[in-house]
Structure formats: C-alpha cells, structure tokens
C-alpha cells in the first residue's frame, strides 16, 4: 500500500478520534474537567447500535439515530447526576476527576454485565468496498469517515458560533460567573455541552462499528485515551484543534501500522502524549492560561 | 505535656502488641485456618497500599492512578531477588523487602520528576499511563517470566512479618504527617502557590511526598509476592489501582485511621461477596461516585479516628478545638 | 545601599506592557506604599518581586544583589516574604499549622530525625511552636491558634496571613491590601500593629492599600502607579497635594 493510501486510510481512522476528540475539547472549555467517562461513550454507542441492529432488527437509518438518541441522553444524564452538583458547588478538580473515573468504571462493568466480556459483530454497514484511484487504494470507510467528519465539524461550527446557545456555550467557557450575570442559563450550556459532545461520539462510534468488526465493553479505554491524546495534541478547550489532532492521531497509528508494526501503536500513542504534555502542554493551537495569582 | 505524650505511646504500642500477639496465638493454635489467614494478611498489605497511596493522593492532593504499578515493581525485584541471591532466607527476605521499596522508589522518582510539573488532571492520565506502560513492559520481559508469570517464590510472607511491617508503615506515615515536611506536603495540597510564597520548595516536597508513597507501595509489593508465591502482570492492573484509591476515597483522604479502616473493610467483605464478585467493580464505582456526591471527604475526612471523637459523634456534637501539640487536623468540605 | 530596589522594572504580556519603567528604592525599616487606581499594576509588581512572574526589562534587587529568575520560595528565603490581594490561606489546617509552615525553612531536622523522633525533632517542634505562638500573640490570634483557618472571620483571616508572612523571618515585607473589607477601629489597630511589627521586627514593609486613611496615616514614603507607569513619587503631604495623582484616582477620601 502507498504512503498516500496510508495516509488517506489514516484520515479515515483520525476522522473518528477528531469527533471523540471534539467531546473531551468542549467538555474541558466549558468545565475543565478531563471526562474520563467520554470515551467509554463510544462504547455505550457501539452497543446501541450493535443492539439496534442485530437484536432489535431496525432499518439502518433508525439504528443511527437511534444510537446518537441514547448517547445524547446518557450524556446528559450522567452529566446531571454525576457532575452537575460538583459543578456548582466549585468542588475541588480531584473530587471531579474521581467522580469521572468512577462513571467510566461504572459503564464498562455495567456493559460487561449485559454483554459479556467477548466482544459482539456488528454486521457491516456502509461497505462499498474499495476505492481504486490510480495507484491509491482507498477504503469506502475512510472516505465516509472523512466526509462524516467534515461535515459535522463545519455543522459543529455553524452551532457554536451563529446559533444563541452556542454563543452561551462559549460565554461559559470563557467566564461561567459572567456569563450567569449576564442572565446566560449556564446550566443549560454545560448539558447542552455534554449532550453534543456525546452525539459526536455517537456518529463516531457507529462509523467505529462501520470500519472494525468487533465491538467490546472496554473498548471505550483505548479508542477514548487515543481520543483524548489528540484533544490534547490539539490543543485541549480547542475545537480545531481536536479535530487536527484526531487526523495527526489516525495518520500517526496507521503509518506506524505500516511502517513498523501494529504492536508498537499503543507505546506511539502514550509517547506523543508524554512528549507534548512535557513540551508544549498547551497543545498546536491551545492557548496558555495562567492562575491569576 | 510530654507525660501524656509518652503515655499515649505507650498504650498504642500495648495495643499493637496486644493484636499482635491475639491473632499469632489464635494462627498458631490453628483456631484461624490458612483461608482466613491468608485474608488478615491481604488486610494488611492492602493497610500499607492504602496509606502509601493516601499520602500521595490525600495529603498532597495528587490523584494518582497507577500505584499498582509501584507495587509491581517493588514485588518483581523482591521476587527475583529471593529467587537468585542465594542467600539464606533469614537475610535475603529482609533484604527484599528493603529492595522492592527502593525499586518502587527510583521508578517514583523516574515518573515524578516529569509528572509532577503537570496539573492534577494530567498528572492523573500521566501515572496511569505509566502503570500501564509497566504492566506491558514486564509482561513482554523473558526474565520476568512473561504473561505467564513468575512463578516458584518462596512463601516467607507470614502473620508476623506483614503486620510488623504494616504497623511500621502507618508509623512512619503517621510520623512524616505530624512532622515539618509533612506540613509542608500539607500546604501544597492546600494552596500551591502560598505554599511557595511561604518558602516550601514544592518541587521538592511533592517528589519527596510521591517517592515515600512509591517506596511503601514497592514494600507491599515484595509482600505480596513473597504470600502468593506466583507473579502475574496482568494482576497489577488499573483495576486494582482503582480497589486502592476507593479505600482511600472511602476512608478518607488525609486520615491514616480511615485508610486503615477502609482497607479492612474492603479487603473482608468482598471475601464474604464472593458470590457477587461480578458485581465488584460496578459496586466500587458505585462507591467513589457516591462518596464524591454527599461526603467528598470520605468516611474520617481528615481527621484521624479517635474515640473522643466517636464520642462527640455519637452524642451529635461539633468537632473539639486542640490547641497545643503538632496536630494538623480539619474537616475539608467541599 | 537600598535593601530592595527595582530598576527599569517592566513586564509585557505578549502585546500588552503591564509595567514600564517602575523604579523605587525601599530603605531598611521604611514603611512605603504603592498605590494607584485598580488595573494599574500594583499586585504585578509584587509578583514580579517575588518571582511569580519574571520581568521583560529591568532588575529586582535585594541587598545589591540580583533576584531575577530565582524561583519564588528561594526569594522568600532570601528575604522577601508577602500576602495575597485575595487572602491564600491554608483553610483546612489550624491557625498555628499555617504560621508553623512558614517556619518550615528556617527548621533543620532531618526526614529520618522527623520520622525516628530523634531530640532534634522534639526540640525544634517546641521552638517552631512557640515561636509562631509568640507571632500570633501580636496579632491577638493565640486563643485561635487550634481553629481551623476556614473558620476565622475575614478580618482575623488578613491577619493571620501577615503573621504567617512574617513567620518566614523576612528583610522586607509586601503586603496586599492588607486593609480590604475592615472596619475603621481594625483598619486603626492594623496600623498600629504594622508599625509595631516594623519596629519590633526590624523589616521594611511595602503595602498597597485603596484606603487613604491608611495608607497616609503610616506609609512614610508613597509611589503612584497608573497604568504601569509611575506618574509621582513623595511624602504623604506630597503626594495628596500632587494635580496628576488626583486626576488619576483620589475620587474622594
């Protein structure tokens, strides 16, 4: 396979970190709490999708929408039970992040309990097989995957800088005390926030179920610690930034894949993550925030 | 003054000795079997794993989310250690006690240095991550034995060791606490940047802070090994870093007495629960979310247990005022 | 030879000069103040003093010498001890913990004499002990020397946070609005107290103060600063009279 095939294959997979990517970076804007929880959301959303269409039988279109539903809704509502009340209260960030800890346990287990630990088949989706451009192979899944992406980062967009809830969005972030001075539902914001960010990793999940066969309870662990690290990369609190750093993230695992060995890929995604915590902790575009002293 | 104090050592060590020498009898008269001994001694490693940790992460303030991989590391060199000195038991097991704390150490101090320059969330992923990084790296190691384990350590791990051993840990840290580093390890947690101002080298005190927790965790380690007899990486996983930080979030971060309550807790009724041992982890978690919503400072906050505090408690009352002696006490709301 | 003098001191963030051209010289035992209309800069100097953030132009120096780039618990060490505009407390320890870990430098035992209980540890503990007692006594803070910090009321709290400042044995004290939030009989008795902390401790004090009162009732020497710049330089009597400082700020005291 060509480097270009590699790297168009790795867009294709870094399509899927960016949308993942894109929940922990508006979650930590607006609380600055890293939600361990979020990547196991993938796996809430795999599974939904995995139960939609294999147990239940819906139609296709039903079984997305019907996945992104229930991951909306779990989003909030683990917003609302397990962080809302730290939230307001200016808990301390340790108490916030063992609570999150405790919420991504709490899926994983709970989904091993449903399920089983062996991982469940998702039949195929949007298998349109391979691509042939010349000398470029090119999955039908990476396409999809890179044009899904796109597309809901520039819907992404157009919501949090032109509609009224986006702009509450980011008032919050920038400053929650004024922004509830200002008469801005700040509440709303956080679960609208967390609400989004669980629908992107919704679609990032069904496209997840669409490019790998094998969906299990801790899948959530890897997908969203890869995830994270290209928020991170990005530059964290930063939406393009997630979304740069989810296609660095895919194009990183797939050429290393291709290059050295696929054994290697986890130890890649752990060094990049030391390298730029160590080196540039705010990430290609974040921007550096002080305490006020 | 210094009489109450010398008294007050002094009931505390007839007390130890005093359990001590109740469950020894009680072991070597056979009236507890190998099964329930086999669990005091859990109980008492997981003591110095939950103290260790609640040093870094209740009195710093550092949530750290790989102290398995401390232990580890302490029990695989301790292991190896006993395995190929070819020294007699009753020097080399000492010895391995001593060398799997050291090990724990150096790699806390490996982790720390560049951890520590980090925020609390970061610093959280960070030492997780290098949990795990140890976890795969022994288990891709020949001499280690592989995933397969190590295997043929000699049982020297018995009732008297571990509890000596737990009993000096809690010692040592109620000691580092109620001294002027522990102070300073304090102020960190309470207010970094007033800590500098005020002349404390933070840099220092949360490496010295993070290395001790290390050095007990790598202690525990060599403990373990030494009572199992078989090494399996995969053992030291992320969910056990997470059954020790639930002890310390439900005893209580920044109470010794707590850890140690919690962790015997925690470590008998799952024995007990042992038909509910699917249910384990989702009851854990469980746990530290319902901590963290309606008590965040677990079961003792940051006192110590004492029984004039039972006292007040029971009869509804507030907390006393100490005013004299190195007490560093308080009860963090959040 | 001043024992603390700034020299072209200046600070930029990124685009914005938060500081330009600050220059003062404070003498041993000198009482001055700095002052100015909020947004001017004045904690900024303190924290460029203290190594909290590190000047783009300019020189900080203590007793001649150099402290720029040094870390700010090493700068405390050397002498220069502060408060915090917003009070930073250790809320969750006791009053006298608070004091006793600003002693913490000054303290030599051992990790292994702490942990053994060696003399040296006993010892020093009742020294630290009483010492910090003594320092509390001043500020009339000893009955409350077992409460929580949290606990304190607000007025109780500004002065816990002087006395752990000078529990660090500093050559020049900074303090922070040291008077915000008190009534007029606590803002007099800090005056009082600040003087005599000054002769008893033999220490130069350098305070920022809104209140008036305050500043022109003790402050032997003021320096105004507005937007980054100092526009005036003088005795209290000097300064009050002074067109450019009243247009800047005096609204009316």
């Not at chain 2, 056979?30 to 099964?35: A, F, G, L, P, T």
């Not at chain 2, 000195?85 to 982790?111: R, T």
């Not at chain 3, 300019?58 to 700010?72: A, Y």
Request: aromatic share 8%.
């Amino acid at each position: 396979m060509g480097f270009l095939s590699q790297v168009i294959n790795g867009l294709g997979l870094g399509s899927i970190y960016a949308l993942v990517a894109l929940g922990y970076s508006m979650v930590y804007g607006i609380v600055q709490l890293i939600n361990f929880a979020h990547g196991d959301i993938i796996m809430v959303g795999a599974y939904a999708t995995y139960v939609l269409l294999v147990m239940v039988g819906a139609p296709l279109w039903a079984a997305v929408v019907g996945s992104i539903l229930f991951c909306t809704l779990a989003g909030i509502f683990i917003e609302r039970v397990a962080y809302h009340r730290l939230i307001n209260m200016n808990a301390p960030r340790i108490s916030l992040l063992i609570t999150a800890i405790g919420v991504s346990i709490f899926l994983q287990n709970l989904s091993q309990l449903i399920f089983k630990s062996d991982g469940r088949s998702v039949p195929n989706m949007f298998n349109f097989g391979t691509v042939q451009a010349g000398s470029l192979q090119i999955t039908s899944a990476a396409v999809i995957n890179i044009v899904t992406s796109v597309v809901m980062m520039a819907g992404l967009q157009i919501l949090v800088g032109k509609t009224k809830m986006g702009k509450a969005m980011r008032a919050t972030s920038e400053d929650a005390e004024a922004a509830k001075l200002m008469g801005i539902n700040t509440n709303s914001a956080i679960a609208f926030t967390f609400g989004v960010g669980s629908a992107l990793a919704a679609v990032g999940a069904v496209l997840y179920c669409n490019t790998y066969p094998m969906i299990t309870p801790y899948m959530g662990g890897l997908l969203g610690l890869k995830a994270f690290v290209a928020a991170v990369l990005g530059g964290i609190g930063n939406i393009p930034g997630a979304m740069l750093g989810g296609y660095v993230m895919g194009v990183a695992e797939s050429l290393t894949k291709g290059y050295i060995s696929s054994s290697f890929t986890d130890a890649v995604v752990f060094g990049i993550l030391i390298v730029v915590l160590l080196v540039k902790p705010d990430g290609l575009l974040g921007k550096n925030v002080s305490e006020k002293v | 003054m210094k009489k109450k104090r010398t008294v007050f050592y002094l009931l505390i060590l007839a007390l130890v000795l005093l359990l001590y020498l109740v469950f020894a009898r009680l072991i070597d008269a056979k009236v507890i079997n190998r099964y329930y001994s086999g669990i005091i001694t859990m109980v008492c490693i997981n003591i110095i794993l939950a103290v260790s940790l609640n040093l870094a992460t209740g009195f710093l303030g550092q949530l750290v989310l790989g102290h398995a991989g401390f232990m580890s590391v302490g029990a695989y060199a301790a292991a190896l250690f006993t395995i190929h000195s070819g020294l007699p038991k009753m020097v080399s097991f000492p010895l391995a006690l001593v060398l799997g704390g050291l090990v724990a150490a150096v790699f806390g101090v490996l982790i720390g240095v560049p951890a520590l320059r980090l925020k609390g969330d970061y610093l959280a992923i960070i030492t997780l991550g290098f949990g795990e990084i140890i976890r795969v790296v022994i288990t891709n190691m020949d001499f280690t034995g592989g995933a397969r384990g190590l295997r043929g350590i000699k049982h020297l791990t018995d009732f008297t060791w571990v509890y000596f051993v737990a009993v000096l840990t809690v010692a040592a840290v109620f000691a580092f606490i109620r001294s002027r580093h522990g102070r300073a390890v304090i102020s960190i947690r309470e207010d970094e940047i007033a800590a500098e101002a005020s002349g404390i080298n933070t840099t220092y005190y949360k490496l010295l802070a993070f290395i001790i927790s290390a050095f007990f965790a790598g202690v525990a380690g060599a403990l373990y090994a030494h009572h199992i007899g078989v090494l399996i990486p995969n053992k030291f996983d992320f969910n056990y870093s997470t059954e020790i930080l639930v002890m310390v979030v439900l005893g209580g971060m920044g109470s010794v007495t707590g850890s140690i309550i919690a962790a015997v807790v925690l470590t008998i009724l799952p024995e007990f629960l042992r038909n509910f041992s699917d249910y384990r982890m989702v009851v854990y978690s469980v746990i530290l979310i319902c901590v963290m919503l309606f008590k965040p400072s677990g079961l003792l906050g940051q006192h110590e247990f004492s029984l004039a505090g039972l006292w007040d408690a029971v009869r509804g009352k507030g907390k006393r005022n100490r005013a004299d002696g190195p007490a560093v006490g308080g009860q963090k709301g959040a | 030879m001043p024992l603390l003098e700034a020299k072209h001191l200046g600070i930029a963030f990124g685009g914005l000069r938060a500081l330009e051209d600050v220059n003062f010289k404070l003498e041993e035992n000198q009482i001055m103040g700095l002052i100015g209309p909020n947004g001017a800069g004045k904690t900024t100097v303190f924290n460029l003093l203290t190594g909290v953030y590190t000047p783009t132009e300019g020189t900080v120096e203590l007793e001649g010498k150099s402290i720029v780039g040094r870390k700010t618990y090493a700068i405390t060490r050397n002498g220069i001890a502060r408060t915090f505009q917003n009070i930073r407390l250790f809320k969750d320890i006791s009053v006298l913990d608070n004091v006793r870990i600003a002693m913490n430098s000054g303290m030599k035992y051992s990790l292994v004499s702490g942990l053994l209980r060696l003399p040296s540890y006993w010892r020093e503990e009742r020294e630290v002990t009483d010492r910090a007692m003594e320092l509390l006594d001043v500020f009339g803070l000893k009955d409350l020397s077992g409460s929580q910090a949290r606990n304190l009321p607000y007025g109780q709290q500004r002065k816990l946070e002087i006395a752990r400042a000078l529990a660090c044995s500093p050559k020049v004290l900074l303090l922070d609005e040291p008077a915000a939030g008190m009534n007029p009989t606590e803002t007099q008795e800090l005056m009082e107290t600040i003087k005599l902390i000054r002769d008893r401790f033999s220490i130069a004090i350098l305070l920022i103060e809104h209140d008036m009162n305050f500043v022109m009732g003790i402050c032997e020497h003021l320096i105004v600063l507005d937007y980054g710049r100092i526009i005036a330089e003088g005795s209290a009597d000097e300064i009050r009279g002074n067109p450019k400082v009243i247009t800047a700020y005096l609204g009316g005291e």
